[in-house]
């Protein structure tokens, strides 16, 4: 995160959402099909010996190790892109909600209890999507996924554990909202405008027994899922994250920022 100068930090951490909240397109999920493609037709020419008629064993497996390493590679970079864009996404948020929380704390009188109870219900709801927050090594769980034939148990085992890390965030974050939101009603200032709730959690172990169950063909659709589902997320952002900077100015700059 770069630094920035503390009058200016609230804006400048919403700004950056265009870099942190970003979309990945669906046909990165063409590298995985074609790996997962690739890795299986090998797999059934070295048990069935199928195309040794036709074409030589050497260059079979050369061909079709070949292009599964391409492809794997994509799978590789794929899966670094969706957990590098976890760790930034929660990076950002954890530093934002800190921004705005230390502001209206600064801005709260002492003794006035009906803005303080919200509050510190708010601060408490932030120590706890602090702790649920995983920073997981994008780069680690990339490699794994890059082994041919083992790095499916590997990417069932990342997609499972990113989408435990998402739906506790999410959890948690929509209680932090619901507090900031009473706080400031109490205050007498605008609420947060309307967002999408959390509804009910992604099926995260029935997703990776799936995955398991049919050799991994499941994770294929679980990588698609994986894709879609945050952009909702993002999307609450855009819509409460501007509402924070009408909410909490810079201090002694009046309204707005």
Same mark, same amino acid.
Request: hydrophobic share 45%; glycine share 6%; no cysteine.
């Given at each position: 995160?770069?630094? &920035? !100068?503390?009058?200016?930090?609230?804006?400048?951490?919403?700004?950056?959402?265009?870099?942190?909240?970003?979309?990945?397109?669906?046909?990165?999920?063409?590298?995985?099909?074609?790996?997962?493609?690739?890795?299986?037709?090998?797999?059934?020419?070295?048990?069935?010996?199928?195309?040794?008629?036709?074409?030589?064993? %050497?260059?079979? &497996?050369?061909?079709?190790?070949?292009?599964?390493?391409?492809?794997?590679?994509?799978?590789?970079?794929?899966?670094?892109?969706?957990? %590098?864009?976890?760790?930034?996404?929660?990076?950002?948020?954890?530093?934002?909600?800190? *921004?705005? $929380?230390?502001?209206?704390?600064?801005?709260?009188?002492?003794?006035?209890?009906?803005?303080?109870?919200?509050?510190?219900?708010?601060?408490?709801?932030?120590?706890?999507?602090?702790?649920?927050?995983?920073?997981?090594?994008?780069? $680690?769980?990339? $490699?794994?996924?890059?082994?041919?034939?083992?790095?499916?148990?590997?990417?069932?085992?990342?997609?499972?554990?990113?989408?435990?890390?998402?739906?506790?965030? !999410?959890? &948690?974050? @929509?209680?932090?909202?619901?507090?900031?939101?009473?706080?400031?009603?109490?205050?007498?200032?605008?609420?947060?405008?309307?967002?999408?709730?959390?509804?009910?959690?992604?099926?995260?172990?029935?997703?990776?027994?799936?995955?398991?169950?049919?050799?991994? $063909?499941?994770?294929?659709?679980?990588?698609? !899922?994986?894709?879609?589902?945050?952009?909702?997320?993002?999307?609450?952002?855009?819509?409460? *994250?501007?509402?924070?900077? @009408?909410?909490?100015?810079?201090?002694?700059?009046?309204?707005? &920022?």
């Amino acid at each position: 995160m770069t630094p &920035v !100068e503390p009058g200016d930090r609230l804006s400048t951490l919403v700004q950056l959402r265009n870099r942190t909240d970003v979309s990945l397109g669906s046909n990165w999920t063409l590298f995985a099909i074609s790996s997962y493609a690739l890795w299986a037709l090998l797999a059934i020419v070295l048990f069935t010996r199928t195309l040794q008629p036709i074409l030589s064993f %050497n260059f079979v &497996v050369g061909l079709f190790g070949t292009l599964g390493f391409v492809a794997s590679a994509g799978l590789s970079y794929f899966v670094y892109s969706l957990i %590098n864009r976890h760790n930034k996404h929660t990076a950002r948020e954890q530093e934002l909600f800190l *921004e705005a $929380l230390n502001r209206a704390r600064s801005r709260t009188r002492q003794d006035d209890v009906r803005v303080l109870l919200p509050l510190s219900s708010a601060e408490g709801e932030f120590s706890k999507l602090v702790q649920k927050s995983h920073e997981r090594s994008a780069v $680690l769980w990339a $490699l794994l996924a890059f082994i041919p034939y083992a790095g499916w148990i590997f990417l069932v085992i990342s997609l499972y554990l990113l989408s435990q890390d998402l739906n506790a965030h !999410e959890h &948690v974050e @929509q209680s932090l909202l619901e507090d900031i939101d009473r706080m400031l009603g109490a205050s007498g200032s605008s609420g947060l405008p309307p967002w999408t709730a959390f509804q009910y959690p992604r099926n995260s172990l029935g997703y990776a027994v799936a995955s398991l169950l049919t050799l991994g $063909l499941f994770s294929l659709f679980w990588l698609h !899922e994986m894709v879609r589902q945050p952009q909702a997320h993002f999307g609450n952002h855009a819509i409460f *994250e501007p509402s924070l900077l @009408q909410a909490f100015p810079i201090p002694n700059l009046g309204p707005g &920022v």
